[in-house]
């Protein structure tokens, strides 16, 4: 079945560290998005990809960093700068052809500070 | 710049009852307005979608929204509640054109009452 991906589904990171959360599609999509989710704040954009080797900053970016290499693949890097790291982080694709399309969802990633 | 107001984070129904849940959006273009579903430590399921086609939208699990121009908003209703719908919605909006970013509202987490 055709799907979104996310690895690992729980994540803990140390003082300092950086971590890469990762988001697998195999729907063809052209698009895709990392949302950050907290409690009472629903979901806020912090990177999106049109295209493979190319992404734009959302809302929230500082902190994050992003990489397209693979139309199937949209890793995120949560930095040690993102002081506030512990949220649900949702990645998401859609396609950008044949008029409005929405966008699916993976299961997510839940991180977390030791 | 486009905005989503979901008017109450909890609403609370008997089992059989109504399901309303309101949803309010600023845009400067026609939108496209979606809602969503979310199970707890799951990924967004799409509920359904406005694309102008028709104003009222039918979609899964027996929900449906109307879209009103004139009163900006995309409530979403159910005649009987089950159970099952107990969880998390977000309505959401994105622009016609470019990378289909959508913009989420604060979410309301649906009660059914026995």
């Known amino acids: 079945d055709g799907g979104i991906t996310q690895s690992p589904k729980y994540l803990f990171r140390k003082e300092g560290q950086n971590v890469t959360l990762s988001c697998e599609q195999n729907l063809n999509h052209d698009a895709m998005y990392w949302y950050r989710q907290d409690p009472g704040q629903g979901l806020r954009l912090i990177y999106y990809s049109q295209i493979v080797n190319d992404f734009q900053k959302g809302d929230i970016a500082e902190g994050y960093s992003v990489s397209r290499e693979k139309k199937e693949s949209f890793p995120l890097t949560v930095t040690s700068a993102q002081k506030n790291p512990t949220a649900f982080y949702l990645c998401?694709?859609?396609?950008?052809?044949?008029?409005?399309?929405?966008?699916?969802f993976g299961d997510g990633t839940r991180l977390s500070i030791l | 710049a486009q905005s989503v107001t979901q008017l109450g984070s909890h609403v609370s129904v008997s089992e059989g009852a109504l399901v309303l849940l309101r949803c309010n959006y600023s845009?400067?273009?026609?939108?496209?307005l979606f809602w969503y579903v979310q199970y707890p430590n799951q990924g967004l399921q799409l509920l359904l979608k406005y694309t102008s086609a028709a104003t009222l939208v039918k979609g899964i699990n027996g929900f449906e929204a109307e879209f009103k121009k004139s009163e900006t908003s995309f409530h979403l209703t159910k005649p009987s509640a089950h159970m099952s719908d107990a969880a998390e919605y977000f309505c959401a909006v994105s622009l016609i054109q470019g990378a289909q970013k959508l913009v989420f509202g604060q979410g309301t987490r649906l009660t059914i009452n026995p």
């Open positions: 998401a694709s859609t396609s950008l052809h044949g008029g409005p399309q929405p966008q699916h």
């Open positions: 845009s400067s273009v026609p939108p496209y």
